[in-house]
């Protein structure tokens, strides 16, 4: 989880165990959604046969920083010489140029107290906006007081999905990479 139960309390300023079943509720479910939009699981883990696109021989990983990168084989399961270019983007080169996509297997992503703060308010505000939005209302008047929720296309929460659109796994920067290498 990218923020606890706890941290979400304290957040919303409820002190109280009664509403926890429904805030675990809610917490689960954006976690899984922010891991879903960003493609990515942010923490400390081990992976296996995650399926990786490589493009003339480099592909990356989603779970970085990588600490160990344990095997890397075809759909088929045989193995492939490969290295570890760098830890911090999870980029992977292989011995040979090719554009398939390639099983890896390793142990990346962050440790619980290096998940960001910005990622974490990103998870905490759109918590708050589900807690308080339970009936699905998008606006309302009373008397001289109005609001209406601001909500992309997606149903991302404004203000959380520009946070969230900095850790989206988007690798379009490898094709102007290499696009000139091949001509």
């Known amino acids: 989880?990218?923020?606890?139960l706890d941290n979400l309390k304290e957040f919303l300023e409820i002190n109280t165990t009664s509403f926890d079943t429904k805030l675990n509720h809610i917490l689960n479910g954006i976690d899984k959604r922010v891991k879903?939009?960003?493609?990515?699981?942010?923490?400390?883990?081990?992976?296996?046969?995650?399926?990786?696109k490589f493009s003339f021989g480099n592909g990356?990983?989603?779970?970085?920083?990588?600490?160990?990168?344990?095997?890397?084989?075809?759909?088929?399961?045989n193995s492939v010489y490969f290295n570890l270019i760098d830890n911090e983007t999870g980029?992977?080169?292989l011995y040979f140029l090719t554009n398939n996509r390639f099983k890896v297997s390793y142990t990346?992503?962050?440790?619980?107290?290096?998940?960001?703060?910005?990622?974490?308010?990103?998870?905490l505000k759109w918590c708050e906006y589900e807690y308080?939005?339970?009936?699905?209302i998008q606006s309302f008047s009373l008397d001289s007081v109005s609001t209406k929720a601001e909500l992309t296309k997606s149903g991302i929460p404004t203000t959380v999905e520009r946070i969230l659109d900095g850790y989206r796994n988007?690798?379009?920067?490898?094709?102007?990479?290499?696009?000139n290498s091949y001509k």
């Open 132 to 136: 308080n939005n339970q009936t699905g």
């Open 170 to 179: 988007i690798r379009l920067w490898l094709y102007e990479k290499y696009k």
């Open 36 to 52: 879903q939009y960003c493609g990515k699981n942010f923490e400390q883990d081990t992976y296996t046969d995650e399926i990786v």
């Open 108 to 123: 990346g992503g962050l440790l619980a107290e290096d998940i960001p703060e910005d990622l974490k308010l990103a998870v």
């Open 60 to 77: 990356f990983v989603n779970n970085t920083p990588v600490e160990s990168v344990s095997k890397v084989t075809d759909l088929d399961g």
């Open 91 to 93: 980029e992977i080169e």
């Open 1 to 4: 989880m990218l923020v606890t």
